[in-house]
């Protein structure tokens, strides 16, 4: 295959087809899309601008001798640019995305709609409080449905992912430890084998040191092993409730309660809210902090990093170090008046029990996230959210009981949560690793679950369907998937080791592109010097 000056294959996508190679490259409106660098000339411009006027240079030597390198090109160009990119995209909007952990739902048009209010859309978190009465009050009142629905006394709005929230929560159990004067003796947080890399990764940035919980065999925490682990250097634990195995850690409460009597407390990571909303309420479970991701479980558009929004709901315990700002009644408001602000620091909470552990981000949040979160719980309705909760569980059973069959469940076949977990067992002596698999799966048009995650299991395969996807959507999926284990099965290898196909690029080296990504643009070597 022909490879470009970045080591890309600069042919599409095909070969093994019988089809014709095109002239262009391109096939049919599949249009191939080179580097931005490769198309645009760093001499063009895509403004007319007036000669610039001599002038003193006032840059003391510093100015720059040979051009940036920058591609420029016209508007159209650029726009086609990153309308083709933006078409080879694959996306919830386009398809079942059945990602395991990360809720890939329908965001309904209504939050679009929402969101795009000229006084939601065009907000400036520096506008003064009196001006943004409705913004700050869309805040307070998500606020409150966060704390109505899981139970807890406090939340955080500021942070803005699921892994920003561990963190927050984390910072104020480390306050909360402070305040107390057991700061510098607890040092250690215990976090499940099956965990999300996040939630270690947090501790470790809060200096913590990482204990790992064993799974028991069922693929959930046995408060045994947790209370093996606890003692007064203890800080608190990280647990994923339903757990990254998709199923619900039923001792929960036995394990929150041996965590308090050690004195430490206990983070939830709630990235799988959405299987339990409306059915179980975290404060009654005995837990101290969790974050919620409002892109996940409240429907609001994600991945390819887009904007995120991770909340923190708190227990009583934590609640007085919940980080500024902090949405108050605003006192200089006259009487009658009543107006809501941000307190920014603490001053201003005086004679509150608040000790804010600081600010987290500059500003308030993702407003666009928050109103898209309250749109939807508002349209949904309480039993609403109940019955999302129960779709998404059932739809997963679904997944799982037609393919129980053909694939590998590792934890035997037992009811799960919103998410089922095979493992690759079903693929031994085929030749076909759980890589292959999900690429085949590529070429049959699915972006492929979650893989080789939680690490618990062998090759794992975390399908998520979540509740937006029909009967229909569901049975064509399955029947997709059982045709790709079939086929395994038969020996058919190539559909597999070659996959994807047909997609605008093939197998790549995802290890070499992590590990060493070209981040830099490189132009080729002109031919001529090439050559000598
Ligand atoms: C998605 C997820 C996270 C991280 O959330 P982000 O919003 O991506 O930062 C943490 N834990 C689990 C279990 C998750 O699924």
Request: hydrophobic share 40%.
């Amino acid at each position: 295959m022909t490879m470009n000056s970045q080591g890309r294959p600069s042919a599409p996508a095909g070969g093994e087809t019988a089809a014709p190679q095109t002239f262009t490259g391109n096939r049919a409106l599949m249009i191939e899309e080179p580097l931005l660098f490769e198309i645009g000339q760093t001499d063009n411009c895509g403004v007319d601008l007036p000669e610039a006027p001599q002038v003193k240079d006032r840059l003391g030597g510093l100015k720059r001798k040979a051009t940036a390198g920058l591609p420029a090109l016209s508007e159209p160009e650029a726009m086609r640019h990153y309308v083709r990119l933006s078409q080879k995209n694959y996306a919830i909007d386009s398809g079942l995305y059945p990602l395991g952990s990360c809720t890939m739902k329908h965001n309904p048009r209504l939050n679009e709609k929402m969101a795009r209010l000229p006084g939601f859309a065009d907000v400036h978190p520096l506008q003064p409080a009196s001006t943004v009465q409705g913004a700050i009050e869309l805040i307070d009142r998500l606020a409150d449905w966060l704390k109505e629905l899981t139970g807890m006394a406090a939340v955080a709005m500021s942070p803005k992912a699921g892994a920003h929230g561990e963190l927050c929560g984390m910072m104020a159990i480390k306050a909360a430890l402070e305040a107390r004067g057991e700061g510098g003796k607890r040092t250690v947080v215990l976090v499940p084998e099956s965990a999300h890399g996040t939630n270690p990764a947090t501790a470790a940035l809060l200096r913590y040191s990482v204990k790992a919980i064993p799974a028991r065999r069922d693929g959930t925490v046995d408060p045994a092993s947790v209370k093996e682990l606890l003692d007064e250097t203890v800080a608190g634990i990280m647990l994923t409730n339903p757990n990254t195995c998709g199923l619900f850690e039923r001792d929960i409460i036995a394990i929150a309660d041996a965590v308090h009597e050690a004195g430490a407390y206990f983070y939830c990571d709630g990235a799988n809210f959405n299987a339990i909303v409306g059915k179980a309420r975290p404060g009654d479970l005995g837990i101290d902090a969790m974050h919620i991701n409002l892109h996940k479980t409240f429907s609001t558009p994600h991945g390819g990093g887009g904007p995120g929004a991770g909340p923190v709901v708190l227990s009583e315990a934590l609640a007085p170090f919940a980080p500024l700002p902090i949405i108050a009644m605003d006192k200089s408001s006259r009487p009658g008046e009543s107006l809501l602000a941000f307190a920014e620091t603490a001053g201003e909470l005086a004679g509150s029990a608040a000790r804010p552990f600081g600010r987290l981000t500059a500003f308030h949040g993702q407003m666009g996230m928050f109103v898209r979160a309250l749109a939807y719980m508002l349209s949904h309705g309480s039993d609403g959210m109940r019955q999302a909760s129960e779709d998404a569980v059932l739809n997963a059973n679904y997944v799982r009981a037609r393919l129980a069959d053909v694939m590998s469940l590792p934890f035997g076949n037992r009811p799960c949560m919103h998410e089922v977990l095979f493992d690759d067992t079903f693929l031994k002596d085929t030749g076909v690793t759980t890589l292959d698999f999900a690429k085949a799966m590529i070429d049959e048009g699915y972006h492929p679950m979650t893989m080789y995650f939680p690490l618990v299991v062998h090759g794992a395969m975390l399908i998520e369907p979540t509740e937006s996807e029909s009967k229909a959507s569901l049975d064509l999926f399955i029947a997709t998937m059982r045709d790709l284990v079939m086929d395994a099965r038969a020996g058919n290898t190539q559909r597999f080791s070659g996959a994807p196909y047909h997609a605008p690029r093939r197998r790549l080296d995802e290890t070499r592109a992590a590990r060493a990504p070209r981040l830099v643009y490189t132009p080729p070597e002109p031919v001529g010097e090439a050559a000598e």
